[in-house]
């Protein structure tokens, strides 16, 4: 069983669009996360939610909705897509309680025309 | 606020090489450090973490690293490189934060050192 999974994999699509990612997660963790990874392989923190309640937003534009309808799902939506939002969107958990250590998905690239 | 830093963006190494990847950390108690390793089309998984007693680490892997207070740095380090550790490498710096009286974990990572190995 994978840990945490995303999909889809692969999302390609044109400016303006609306597109959603979804994550799951079978740990049984209380905190999960969306981080952006751009072309040049940097990794930032956009969300994280614990326990179905937002925890950080980092000054991410209103276009990225993220919604958490459980513990186990963290899904993000995207509006109006832009050439800058093409990257590569990990989803992640981690059991919180003073432990720091992340769990990651595989990813979802994005890629807008 | 923490912040990380890998002062090597690329490094090629010989297989069999030793090997040592540089990571700084700014934070203002003692953080909790990780180096997580990033395959190609993959996603991260965490080679090993610090967090309070013995400054060096042993890994999976084969990889180690020292946790040095004095200097703020988390090093990587692994004796004889395999072909299969080409990948992306990130140092990470996490603390435990309070808000609205949850305790979350907040992850910070460094830009990456890209590892190359020749066979």
């Known amino acids: 069983d994978t840990a945490v999974s995303q999909t889809p994999k692969y999302l390609v699509t044109q400016m303006g669009n609306d597109k959603s990612i979804k994550c799951e997660q079978n740990?049984?963790?209380?905190?999960m996360y969306w981080y952006k990874q751009d072309s040049k392989k940097f990794l930032k923190i956009m969300f994280s939610y614990n326990n179905k309640e937002l925890i950080i937003n980092e000054t991410v534009p209103n276009r990225f909705s993220p919604k958490s309808p459980d513990k186990a799902h963290l899904n993000l939506h995207i509006n109006s897509l832009e050439l800058g939002d093409s990257a590569v969107y990990f989803c992640a958990s981690s059991p919180g309680q003073y432990n720091g250590e992340l769990f990651f998905g595989e990813g979802s690239r994005l890629t807008v025309l | 606020a923490q912040s990380v830093t890998q002062p090597d963006i690329h490094i090629t190494v010989s297989e069999g090489a030793s090997l040592e990847l540089r990571c700084n950390y700014s934070y203002g108690a003692t953080p909790y450090l990780f180096w997580y390793v990033q395959s190609p089309g993959q996603g991260l998984q965490l080679l090993l973490k610090y967090f309070s007693g013995d400054t060096l680490v042993q890994g999976i892997k084969g990889f180690e690293a020292e946790f040095k207070r004095s200097q703020s740095s988390f090093n990587l380090r692994k004796p004889s490189v395999h072909w299969s550790d080409a990948a992306e490498y990130f140092c990470?710096?996490?603390?435990?934060?309070?808000?609205?009286?949850?305790?979350?974990?907040?992850?910070?990572f460094g830009p990456g050192t890209s590892l190359s190995v020749i066979p």
């Open positions: 990470a710096v996490g603390s435990t934060e309070i808000i609205r009286k949850t305790s979350y974990d907040k992850v910070i």
């Open positions: 740990l049984g963790h209380d905190t």
